[in-house]
C-alpha cells in the first residue's frame, strides 16, 4: 500500500523559513515525478513545485519561484520543501504528490499518489 506522509508544517511569521518533508513508503519512486501542491480556504488546489524522477529538473510556480526550493533523495524515498521569505499568501495546506509517469508536469489529474497535506501558516 503506498502512503505518502508529509511533515514540518506549522505557523510561522512573514519573513521566516519552513522545510517540508514527504516521505513516501509502499513502493520507490525513484523515476516519477514528484511535487507540492498547496490549497488555500476557499480556493483551488494549485501546483507550487516539481521535480523530476533523477532531480535534474524542477520547476515552480511564479508565486514562489526565487524563494522554495525542492530537493528528493531517492535512497531514502523522499522529497523536501524549503520556503525561505514567507509570505501571509503562502498560507495553505500544502500536499505531497507523485506522478504516474516520469512526465514533467504541473496537471493537478496527472498525479496518482497524494499525502494527507499538513498544514502552513504565515502571520503577518
Known amino acids: 500500500q503506498v502512503q505518502l506522509v508529509e511533515s514540518g508544517g506549522g505557523l510561522v511569521q512573514a519573513g521566516d523559513s519552513l522545510r517540508l518533508s514527504c516521505a513516501a513508503s509502499g513502493r520507490t519512486f525513484s523515476s516519477n515525478t514528484m511535487a507540492w501542491f498547496r490549497q488555500a480556504p476557499g480556493k483551488e488546489r494549485e501546483f507550487v513545485a516539481l521535480?523530476?524522477?533523477?532531480?535534474?529538473?524542477?520547476i515552480f510556480a511564479s508565486s514562489v519561484k526565487g524563494r522554495f526550493a525542492i530537493s528528493r533523495d531517492n535512497i531514502k524515498n523522499t522529497m523536501s520543501l524549503q520556503m525561505n521569505s514567507l509570505k501571509a499568501e503562502d498560507t495553505a495546506v500544502y500536499y505531497c504528490?507523485?506522478?504516474?509517469?516520469?512526465?514533467?508536469?504541473?496537471?493537478?489529474?496527472?498525479?496518482?499518489?497524494w499525502g494527507q497535506g499538513i498544514q502552513v501558516t504565515v502571520s503577518s
Open positions: 504528490a507523485v506522478a504516474h509517469t516520469r512526465a514533467i508536469t504541473t496537471v493537478l489529474r496527472e498525479y496518482e499518489y
Open positions: 521535480i523530476s524522477g533523477s532531480g535534474a529538473s524542477t
